[in-house]
DNA sequence: TCGCGTATTGACCAGTCGGACAATGAATAA
DNA sequence: TTATTCATTGTCCGACTGGTCAATACGCGA
């Protein structure tokens, strides 16, 4: 007794939207074909009919994780600071803000990231996403270096933008792991009051 | 036909370690009760003779995991730093090193990471460790804070921890996924500076 | 020497997994 | 209308899982 036609191509979506579910409630492991179907409410038959493998399905699925997890959207709050320094603290509280707000997806990142060490294909799309994440921080470590690189010349940009990324991920390690014991406030304020002393105190 | 007696409690010793070396090349998921027996040449039956389920195996493989890549051993060579700052900078050198020659381990921490989000004695003793990991490097931040405390009131010792731990777990993620792009060196220097610039310029 | 406890094995069980596939239904072209 | 195409279903299969258990061989005290 087969079912009705499909909205054509919007089953894949609405498969991989019930494994992101899936995801977020077990874990990758988890996602299991019949789970997924049972979730988008069609049999397990029809979600191997659209990815031919399950290792197919689980890499559409980290595309739904690395937009929703290492894609960085600049609020207009964040570019709205004066210099580039207290723009990047901002950048870094809404990120951590971010993160606090759906822990959840950050778990399947670092799941993804370790079925990276040994699966290339992940390996490189989780890299190529770090890559792009750390350009929007490179864009505003660029604008405050300039002004500082007479005082010191070891900084790099890029190196900057890397250093902000281990921020907001440490953060994400560390707090998620133990919210009541882990000072998110102190922490911010370290992490910003070591970004603008690396400017010469502007006037 | 069974075989020779146990060497007494060597035995659950003897299990983890195997169970450690498939967990290195295969992720927690490959820790099946059959691989574990087979890596240790015994019957599978007799894992669970000694393990009575599954998740205690698992469990006495976390503090494996634990204690290889979340414990500290400040070595002599970064004691003898002469000034704190130059000291935590050296530590954060000593852990970076110590992950580049051992990536599989750190992998093996983030997935028990990605196991605490959803089970709760797992995450307890995970932040118990990160906590005794950031108590090592609070001790340095006590040393080079004071002095800097006329300038700067708002780093705490144990956010400056917090960061580090930041810097270290971070430096992890980026490098660890990606190791030809990312430049080590550069990160360091920079991690380094923004720690240094925290004290007034010491005499 | 004889038991006795226990470490050890292998066979077994129920469950779940990914995947293959024939059967069936609905939409579409002729 | 009829024929064709293809989305959809349920069933079936082999492999593997965690776990149970009776049978067995070993070490040790009596």
Do not use: C
């Not at 994780?65 to 960085?72: D, H, N, S």
């Not at 964040?78 to 950050?106: C, I, K, N, T, Y």
């Not at 470590?141 to 900057?160: F, H, K, Q, R, Y």
């Amino acid at each position: 007794m087969p079912g009705p036609k499909a909205p054509e191509e919007t089953r894949r979506e609405q498969i991989v939207t019930a494994a992101y579910q899936v995801a977020l409630r077990t874990g990758i492991d988890g996602v299991t074909l019949r789970a997924v179907a049972a979730k988008a409410k069609l049999s397990h038959g029809l979600v191997v009919f659209y990815f031919k493998q399950k290792d197919r399905l689980i890499g559409a699925l980290l595309d739904r994780v690395l937009a929703t997890t290492a894609m960085l959207h600049v609020s207009v709050d964040v570019a709205r600071g004066s210099h580039a320094p207290e723009r990047l603290g901002a950048l870094l509280q809404q990120e951590m803000d971010r993160l606090s707000r759906d822990p959840r997806g950050m778990r399947l990142f670092f799941e993804y990231w370790a079925l990276g060490v040994r699966q290339v294909v992940i390996r490189r799309r989780i890299g190529a996403a770090l890559e792009r994440y750390r350009a929007a921080f490179r864009a505003m470590a660029e604008e405050m270096l300039p002004a500082a690189s007479p005082n010191g010349i070891n900084v790099t940009p890029d190196a900057l933008a890397a250093v902000a990324v281990s921020l907001v991920s440490g953060y994400a390690v560390q707090a998620m792991i133990d919210p009541d014991h882990f000072d998110t406030g102190a922490y911010l304020a370290a992490a910003q009051s070591l970004i603008e002393r690396l400017v010469p105190t502007p006037a």
